[in-house]
Every structure is written in structure tokens, then in C-alpha cells.
């Protein structure tokens, strides 16, 4: 867990790296409120990871579904906090959620809380392998975590996007 969330930290917590991911974004395509892409390799070009995302406009926290190819596409969800200003010290904690996708009984997850001193993001990562499938056929997901609250993302165009960064994981996945 902690290589794949380390992956996302750099491709979002370095702002001049962040910049040159931007360009290795492929395949960007917008469903509902929704979107999916593919992370490529910025040397060789080959798919890295999969995304399927959403933000919410109010909190501005994004819900991110990864697929990374060396991991055979299993999903991990990482829900991303914006910080109001940079952090000045590590922070790596196991914590306790709850995600509830509509009415449907909640489900208990173990995550990993990350910030990296002088980013201005906290990354909450955790395994997406029992929650995905629920996640395409729902209306809402609910995430909370001991500290940051309850918030509550669309999932409209969820299904779409899920399924569309799964299939262009599987196409370049590494056996």
C-alpha cells in the first residue's frame, strides 16, 4: 500500500513534477461528474495507473479510484484533503473510516494518513478491492475518517469512469 500511495504523493506533492505528470496524462475523458485517465511512464510511455476521480466542488476533496498496472489492477481508493497551507512535518498514521456507498451498510476500512512535509495535501489510501463494485451501481459514496469528518461524493458517471479505467488498466498490465 504504501508504494502505491508513495507513487501518487510524488506525482501530486512535488509541484514541478506535478507539471510534467500533467503532460503524461492520456487518455482524460469526462463522465457525469466523473472522470477517468491514464498515468504513463514519463520516459517510456507505458501505462503506469488507471484513475478513475471526482472532487467534490465544496470541500474540493477528491475521491480517486487507482488501478495501477504492477499491482494487476486492483483497485486502491485514496481520498485527497487540500491543506491550507504546506505541512512542515511527516505524518504516516494507521487510521480507522467508514465508506458507505447510498443506504447500504457501512463498510469498516484500515487506511493509511500521509502527509509529506511541504505539501499541501493529506492522502488517506486503503484498499478499493471490497467497495469498487458497490461504487459503480450506487447514487452517492460517504467517507469518514476520525479527524476530517464526513463528506459525501456523486456517483454519477461512476460506473462509466470505473469501468473504463479498469479496461485500459487490464490492456497494459503486467503479468
Same mark, same amino acid.
Given at each position: ?31 457525469? /461528474? ?21 472532487? /467534490? ?36 498514521? /494507521? ?6 456507498? /447510498? ?73
Amino acid at each position: 500500500m504504501r508504494k502505491i500511495l508513495g507513487l501518487c504523493l510524488v506525482v501530486v506533492a512535488s509541484n514541478s513534477y506535478a507539471l510534467d505528470i500533467e503532460s503524461n496524462v492520456k487518455d482524460f475523458e469526462k463522465n457525469g /461528474d466523473w472522470n477517468n485517465f491514464a498515468i504513463t511512464d514519463p520516459y517510456f510511455g507505458s501505462v503506469m495507473s488507471t484513475r478513475a476521480t471526482t472532487t /467534490d466542488p465544496d470541500t474540493k476533496i477528491t475521491f480517486v479510484v487507482n488501478f495501477p498496472t504492477s499491482e494487476k489492477c486492483q483497485p486502491f481508493i485514496e481520498l485527497i484533503y487540500p491543506l491550507q497551507q504546506a505541512n512542515i512535518e511527516n505524518i504516516h498514521n /494507521d487510521i480507522f473510516g467508514n465508506i458507505q456507498v /447510498d443506504t447500504n451498510p457501512y463498510l469498516r476500512v484500515e487506511a493509511e494518513e500521509v502527509v509529506e512535509s511541504g505539501t499541501n495535501f493529506t492522502f488517506i489510501g486503503f484498499s478499493g478491492k471490497d467497495i469498487t463494485n458497490d461504487l459503480k451501481f450506487g447514487k452517492t459514496v460517504s467517507a469518514n475518517f476520525r479527524r476530517y469528518g464526513v463528506v459525501e461524493f456523486s456517483l454519477n458517471g461512476a460506473k462509466v469512469s470505473i469501468n473504463n479505467a479498469i479496461d485500459t488498466c487490464e490492456q497494459f498490465s503486467r503479468s
